[in-house]
């Protein structure tokens, strides 16, 4: 039986079905959800997409955080349910206190689009098992608000706790501080990413393959736990 | 009739991106001795009834909780009864 991997679609998604894609390219079924509906259709992970969800009104994620589909969410979330937020998505996150800090403009106030270098730093969430700690990756990153910013004390607990997930190489195209490109929660199974694995999932659209561990990872942990 | 205005700012010791490109403007149109610039949003809510008690501290927690984030910005509430 494979495992069953949620992906909610908000007004304004666009990677719904990118990360859909990328859950069955990993092995997984993928089923999709509604926000406005709060059954969560016994998925055993979520991911929540990238895009632009209510059209970023008032700020990004601040007005998904409130759909009902996120109630159900957080609640399983809080209860150990694996849930990847991928650009968007981890803006979701933070609006939701699901993850810390918050998500703002790039400091160039450019939109980014580009074929990003990682490197992985956390190999034990429940998204990442499946790489090293330390290799580098390469997966597109495309947004107009992905500065991460926290307050010193928080940026400390999660460098401390082995909380970033991914740091920026080369160049840090956003602000962010630290050049913080993933974080996770204290329990490893909430993970936000700014860049999209995704769309790094075949060598034909896209730039590697390197996003499949992303997918992978999870399909894993749910099958060990 | 009662009228909640709810100013947002980010806090201080945030980088203001956008803020700096209207600095950035009005001195490239000419405007001399420009220091800094913020920029935030407002909202102005109008309401039928009063604005007191319960109503008026869950206007307090919408404000905190949906109107801005506290992990970057704070905000102003000012209540104005009987607008014109």
Same mark, same amino acid.
């Given at each position: 039986?494979?495992?069953?991997?949620?992906?909610?679609? *908000?007004?304004? $998604?666009?990677? @719904?079905?990118?990360?859909?894609?990328?859950?069955?390219?990993?092995?997984?079924?993928?089923?999709?959800? /509604?926000?406005? @509906?709060?059954?969560?259709?016994?998925?055993?992970?979520?991911?929540?997409?990238?895009? *632009? $969800?209510?059209?970023?009104?008032?700020?990004?994620?601040?007005?998904?955080?409130?759909? %009902?589909v996120m109630? $159900?969410?957080?609640?399983?979330?809080?209860?150990?349910?694996?849930?990847?937020?991928? #650009?968007?998505?981890?803006? =979701?996150?933070?609006? $939701? !206190?699901?993850?810390?800090?918050?998500?703002?403009?790039? @400091?160039?106030? !450019?939109?980014? #689009?580009?074929?990003?270098?990682?490197r992985i730093?956390?190999?034990?969430?429940? /998204?990442?098992?499946?790489?090293?700690?330390?290799?580098?990756?390469? =997966? %597109?990153?495309?947004?107009?608000?992905?500065?991460?910013?926290?307050?010193?004390?928080?940026?400390?607990?999660?460098?401390?706790?082995?909380?970033?997930?991914?740091?920026?190489?080369?160049?840090?195209?956003?602000?962010?501080?630290?050049?913080?490109?993933? =974080?996770?929660?204290?329990?490893?199974?909430?993970?936000?990413?700014?860049? !999209?694995?995704? !769309?790094?999932?075949?060598?034909?659209?896209? %730039?590697?393959?390197?996003? =499949?561990?992303? *997918?992978?990872?999870?399909?894993?942990?749910?099958?060990?736990? | 009739?009662?009228?909640?205005?709810?100013?947002?700012?980010?806090?201080?010791?945030?980088?203001?991106?956008?803020?700096?490109?209207?600095?950035?403007?009005?001195?490239?149109l000419g405007?001399?001795?420009?220091?800094?610039?913020?920029?935030?949003?407002?909202?102005?809510?109008?309401?039928?009834?009063?604005?007191?008690?319960?109503?008026?501290?869950?206007?307090?927690?919408?404000?905190?909780?949906?109107?801005?984030?506290?992990?970057?910005?704070?905000?102003?509430?000012?209540?104005?009864?009987?607008?014109?």
């Amino acid at each position: 039986m494979s495992l069953r991997v949620g992906v909610v679609t *908000f007004p304004g $998604s666009l990677d @719904d079905r990118d990360a859909a894609r990328a859950v069955r390219i990993a092995g997984g079924e993928a089923v999709s959800l /509604w926000h406005g @509906d709060d059954d969560l259709k016994k998925v055993d992970a979520v991911v929540l997409p990238g895009g *632009f $969800s209510y059209g970023d009104y008032l700020r990004c994620g601040a007005i998904a955080r409130f759909a %009902p589909v996120m109630t $159900s969410v957080v609640e399983r979330a809080n209860a150990g349910m694996p849930v990847l937020g991928i #650009c968007n998505g981890f803006q =979701i996150l933070c609006e $939701s !206190h699901l993850l810390p800090g918050v998500l703002t403009r790039n @400091d160039s106030l !450019h939109f980014m #689009c580009r074929d990003q270098r990682l490197r992985i730093e956390n190999s034990v969430s429940s /998204w990442t098992s499946d790489f090293v700690a330390g290799q580098e990756i390469v =997966i %597109p990153l495309k947004n107009g608000e992905g500065g991460y910013v926290a307050d010193e004390r928080t940026l400390d607990a999660l460098e401390a706790e082995g909380r970033v997930v991914a740091r920026y190489l080369e160049m840090n195209p956003n602000g962010s501080r630290r050049d913080i490109a993933g =974080i996770c929660n204290e329990r490893g199974n909430v993970v936000g990413l700014m860049p !999209h694995p995704e !769309h790094a999932v075949e060598s034909l659209t896209g %730039p590697t393959t390197d996003g =499949i561990p992303f *997918f992978t990872s999870v399909l894993k942990s749910l099958v060990s736990a | 009739m009662a009228r909640v205005v709810v100013d947002v700012m980010l806090k201080p010791e945030i980088l203001d991106p956008q803020g700096r490109a209207v600095a950035g403007s009005l001195r490239r149109l000419g405007l001399t001795g420009v220091t800094d610039v913020r920029q935030g949003k407002q909202f102005i809510i109008d309401l039928d009834g009063v604005v007191e008690g319960a109503r008026l501290e869950l206007i307090e927690t919408l404000a905190s909780e949906l109107l801005s984030n506290p992990v970057i910005e704070d905000y102003k509430l000012q209540v104005i009864e009987d607008p014109a």
